[in-house]
């Protein structure tokens, strides 16, 4: 089989990719996906909020221009399909400690034009009555966040790319890429696929692929439990999303009656041990369990007299040691026309219009020239020029 471009990884950010090469008139391209059907990786267990709030500007840029992507999916974005995106806000409650460099980021986010402010005690009630703020410094308001449904998301990119003329190739697993006069030789469980250029969006499955090509990826992959609560009848409904600066956690209230817990503690990533994606415990222990449990009665009282938990689950993350992608073509590894988006450390969901939109022009253009991307090299790890974050919360980045 032969195609201009493979693709490999059908997550929300292969998806993404897929389309908007399509988009750009690159038809004649092909999306490999080792699992059932595109989503079968870590997407489908994202909790897939969709935030403007970052301390990186070029990365708080693209949030900000992936916002607006989820906002009008369906429209300007994908048109005719859904990425399931609700709009809940956000309220960001932050410590002391924090205090003074949340000031200096939203400077920063203002000039970028995104909407964030301190709220009063008598604006937060309006907000969100049921958030006791006793260990909070301060609270910022973001409006302009929400959250989407992510295999929906992937799956609406994948479609609107083969209603464009690219394939998906669901259960097939690339094995090795080997270099040909014309480009590349991709071999599968399901044969040989010959294209000119390959882009790898393989997420947490990236390490033994790249390996093979004699590229040392500095990814960890680490486990990311969440929790579930069901919420007493006071508390239904769309809410804003709360980011707990104090205990490094997020609270996202989700359809009617959920509420989905996580924490953003870099700790706890740098201190765990690497997992096997394959094979990594994908429940919740009982002292995690207890630990959200905990947090969450603290800043919503009433979950503590009245919510359930409901059930626990893990994902993984990609993680990067400055948790931002890498975003890199492997022309200093001997493989130009190979690409490569991967190490999404926990945040790589709400990039995705903005990480199909980069690589898209990277294969068909060998440019992207809205802004500078080249700060995502993998070669940043060599020479030390790593992204910096004002805060120590590892996802906030
Ligand atoms: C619990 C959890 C909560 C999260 N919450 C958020 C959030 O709130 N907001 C946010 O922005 N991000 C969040 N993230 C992170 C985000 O979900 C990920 O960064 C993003 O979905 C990764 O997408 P991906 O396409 O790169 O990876 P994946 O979805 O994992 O896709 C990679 C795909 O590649 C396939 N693959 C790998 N190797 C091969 C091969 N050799 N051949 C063929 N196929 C292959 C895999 O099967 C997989 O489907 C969260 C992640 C988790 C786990």
Known sequence: MRAKVAVVGGGSTGSSILYHLAKRGVTDSVLIEKGPSVASGQTSRSTALVR????????????????????????????????????????????????????????????????????????????????????????????????????????????????????????????????????????????????????????????????????????????????????????????????????????????????????????????????????YEQGISFDETEKFTGWTATVYPTMGEKGRFVRGYSGVYDNTPDQQPIIDELSAYGYPGVHCLVGLSGHGFKLCPEYGRIMAALVADGRFHDYDVSVFSLKRFETGELLKSRYAISTVG
């Open 52 to 279: 403007t709030h970052y301390t990186v500007p070029v990365v708080a840029k693209m949030a900000i221009l992936c916002y607006h992507a989820f906002k009008n999916f369906g429209q300007t974005e994908v048109p005719g399909y859904s990425a399931g995106y609700v709009e809940t806000g956000l309220l960001i409650g932050v410590s002391s400690q924090y205090e003074q460099s949340v000031r200096q980021n939203l400077d920063m986010l203002h000039g970028l034009g995104a909407v964030s402010m301190f709220v009063d005690k008598n604006e937060l009630k309006r907000l969100e009555p049921l958030l006791d703020t006793s260990t909070f410094s301060s609270v910022v308001f973001e409006p302009n966040m929400g959250y989407a449904e992510p295999s929906t998301t992937a799956s609406s990119y994948a479609s609107g790319a083969q209603s464009m003329g690219a394939k998906v190739l669901p259960e097939t697993s690339v094995l090795g890429i080997r270099k040909t006069p014309e480009g590349y030789s991709l071999s599968t469980n399901n044969g040989e696929l010959r294209v000119s250029q390959v882009v790898l969006a393989t997420g947490a499955w990236s390490g033994p692929l790249f390996r093979k090509l004699g590229v040392e990826l500095p990814i960890k992959v680490v486990r990311h439990p969440v929790a579930i609560y069901d919420r007493p009848e006071e508390f239904r409904g769309v809410r804003p999303v709360v980011f707990d600066f104090p205990r490094s956690a997020y609270y996202k209230p989700e359809g009617q009656n959920l509420l989905f817990v996580g924490t953003m503690e870099q700790e706890l990533e740098a201190n765990s041990p690497p997992v096997d994606p394959d094979n």
